[in-house]
């Protein structure tokens, strides 16, 4: 009797990558439909269109590094880049927006770099970054949420929206508008309880802005299943909405005309809530200890509200996660965890202990 | 109910205990034959004190422990000794090593044999030489000899008793069925445990919530005891002795720090079943409870398996189904390795055969890129960063590695149980400790080369300096000379003293470098005759020679055995090598006699 040699463990957990993936993929969903639900089906297009651009892309580049393409297309990384990538970018954008974005995204930020596990940037948000500076005419155009369309008028239907994206058809007047973020950029001179009062943005919202709130609330919902399943830990949503919460109450200046705005807004508009569970926690880029992601994400909280409060953008998640990638393995070398029977935490780079 | 801590990490696999532990503990027919390997224990192998041929009883001592570190082996039943010779044994690599095969004569006839009922009377230092002599060695995972871990030559009383009855690993029940239908020797083991550690205050049995029924059996038998049955959440890897310290004591053993230097002992609690027998019973350690698991056996329970047993005497007796599953595990499934053949004998650390079948433990599907999730860092143990470690590995960054811990890493496979893309973490680990380990040895060796080359070239160095010296004052001797010579003719009123007193004057300065040459050898001389009249010095230099000629011997001669059963080719030469050691051993042993005269 000979047997096979195999080194231990020999059991393993039922979970694979591919699992974690396709998780990821479903927890978006409630922010998917709210983003269907209250401003058309411009977002459900993005996400289709780029999905299908991240699998060809990503087929292509396999094949040509002669690896094997079902193995690799197998783990659904390319579709939740493309998934997320689609879902930050405006709805009825035109489709070559979407389509470039995602060549960069699964070609440039990602398998240049050497595929999957080895991108230093979050590739979905290299490929927005990439279209923001390109084409911010395109980037800026947001469709108006449910409640402030022009009475009798409705978001374009399925087929109309593929006209306005494939064809370049303009929407109906009205359709489009600006988010709870520009409005606040742009409204300076007026206390905070002015704006709330004169914007239909804020005074057809519960408490952070029409439709936005409803965004922000699915992406809350599906970030929530992903921490009860412990796809990811805490630490780093908590690092970032926290820091975020906290800039905005600090800065809140009792709602002056300077405010920047109230920690409700901040938190549930933009892409707070998505950049929260969806974006900083995407493991690759990111700091590796617990610690260490709270620190990232706290950085990522903080530039948010930097950004958007003095800088050039109206919202930041984007440039903010960025940064913060450049950040992550400086992070690392100071927040490794004290091990088991050590007095002291090292450092990534000392190998004697003090 | 005593309070426990929490370790962070850990995992909860599938615990397919209850398969092996409906039947009681079973016992098997005598194998044909029993193959003992010297070392199974951590420390210097065993020596063998019989020869082939030899009629041995069961009980017998067949290989005598050497040094401080080693337990002796005893033969597991009675037969005769059929081979002497390396074996495959129980390793992870599949290596051969010295053995005794012992074909059984079926009789199982004991030697005489006695213990000891009043052990309170007896001092812990008899004791302790029981337990030594039973070749009782830990029999929960390293098996480190039990009267080497309980000796009192250290630095401070021991004040906890800890009996690791956790068995954290899936599939094996071979503890918690011994505890099930032996608590009352285990609870004997343990008194006489505390009695040979001068009772410490603190006795407490650590099992995890997952073995009611063994919980139950030790109740009635600590009752007034002073010994607590600590429960606490059945989680794999409480069962490390690191683990297990902190759950119980809420204290962590300092990195590089044994328990005993904590006033802590740590051992298995099948080892206190052993001691009982040893000490009580005057039986030494010749059999042990096993696990026989996994689908791939027909009925999974627990044996009482003599130490020797080939696997394949157990697989056979439980209907082992060799088309069913691919890889026989011996241990449990995170940390068990799986043996080359079913002719692995059975030894003091075995706790478990699992044999799974496919749909158990399927065969590992390829690795998928590491995305960092972190769900391994979650699992760990020891707070590691293992996704770190990994990249580390593979990039053989080793002072990263150190930096991150490694060596801390205790091996037990949560990392890789969890992780999402399939990668052998462990594997990777193992390999870059054992990269590590060998650089460090590299330069100890190649630092040591630098000092010899360096004292090399001073030596030279100073030598040349000497010369220079020494020609440099014979030159100016000459020109002194010269000077002399030429003032004398000079002065033109030769007389025949000038002549003697140039003579002086020559002969002066190069007195000195001869006298000092001179000086040189005289000393040479006086340390060789001063080494010569010491015969202190000189047996103590024979002595050493006779050792290592000795053991250049015994070396020398193993190969040559090697050599006779591979092939022939290097026989001639070996055998001309054995002849030459054993000559000049035979020349110093005389010399030595001559001297001793």
Known sequence: ?354 | MSRTWVTPGGVHPPENKHQSVTLPIGQLPIPEKLVIPLSQHIGAPATPCVEMGQQVLKGQVIAQAVGMVSIPMHAPSSGIISAIEHRPIAHSSGMLAPCIEITTDGADTWIEHQGISDYEHISPRKLLEMVGNAGISGMGGAGFPSAVKLNPGRQRPIDTLIVNATECEPYITADDSAIRERAGEIVEGIKILSAILDHPTNIMIGIEDNKPEAIAALAPHVEDSGISVVVFPTKYPSGGEKQLIYILTGKELPAGKLPADEGMVCINIGTTFAIKRAVIDGEPLISRVTTVTGDAVGTPRNYDTLIGTPVRHLLEHNQFDEQAGGRVVMGGPMMGFTLPSADVPIVKTTNCILAPSYAEIPDDEPAQPCIRCGMCAEACPVSLLPQQLFWYAQAEEHDRLEAHNLFDCIECGACSYVCPSNIPLVQYYRAAKGDIRQAREEKVKSDHARDRFEFHKERIEQAEREKEAKRAARREATQQAKADHLAATANGTATPAPASGSGTGTAAPSAAPSSSAADIIAAAQARAAAKQANPEDQRAKLERTIASAEQRLKMAEEKLAEAVNSDNGKQDKLSAAVENTRQKLEQSKSKLAELAE
């Open chain 1, 1 to 354: 009797m000979a047997f096979k040699q195999v080194s231990s463990p020999h059991a393993h957990a039922a979970q694979n990558t591919s699992q974690v993936m396709k998780l990821v993929l479903l927890a978006t969903i409630p922010g998917l439909a709210a983003l269907t639900w209250q401003f058309g089906w411009g977002s459900f297009i993005n996400v289709v269109l780029a999905s299908v651009t991240a699998v060809v892309c990503e087929a292509a580049i396999v094949q040509m590094r002669g690896r094997s393409i079902s193995f690799y297309l197998n783990d659904y990384s390319a579709v939740v880049t493309a998934v997320l990538l689609g879902l930050a970018l405006p709805p009825l954008a035109p489709w070559w927006v979407v389509v470039v974005g995602t060549v960069f995204s699964i070609i440039v930020a990602k398998q240049l770099y050497g595929g999957l596990g080895y991108n230093p940037f979050n590739p979905a948000m290299v490929g927005y970054v990439v279209l923001l500076i390109s084409f911010p005419i395109q980037m800026t155009t947001w469709v108006a949420p449910l409640a402030l369309l022009p009475a009798g008028t409705a978001h374009p239907g399925l087929i109309e929206s593929l006209q306005i994206v494939f064809a370049g058809y303009s929407p109906a007047d009205g359709v489009t508008g600006a988010t709870p973020l520009d409005v606040f950029k742009h409204s300076s001179g007026l206390l905070v309880d002015q704006v709330y009062d004169r914007e239909p943005l804020f005074n057809q919202a519960m408490f952070a802005g029409a439709g936005w709130e409803w965004v922000n609330l699915g992406f809350l919902l599906g970030g929530i299943i992903l921490l009860s399943q412990r796809i990811f830990t805490w630490h780093g949503p908590v690092g970032m909405l926290g820091a975020l919460a906290l800039m905005s109450i600090l800065f809140w200046d009792s709602g002056s005309s300077s405010s920047p705005g109230s920690p409700l807004m901040h938190l549930f508009s933009g892409a707070s809530m998505m950049g929260a569970f969806f974006i900083l926690t995407d493991p690759v880029s990111s700091a590796v200890s617990n610690r260490g992601r709270l620190i990232f994400g706290a950085l990522i909280g903080v530039l948010v509200y930097v950004i958007r409060a003095w800088g050039n953008y109206p919202d930041a998640v984007a440039f903010a996660v960025l940064l913060a990638n450049f950040a992550a393995p400086f992070i690392d070398n100071y927040t490794l965890p004290r091990t088991y029977g050590h007095t002291d935490r090292r450092r990534a780079t000392e190998k004697e202990e003090d």
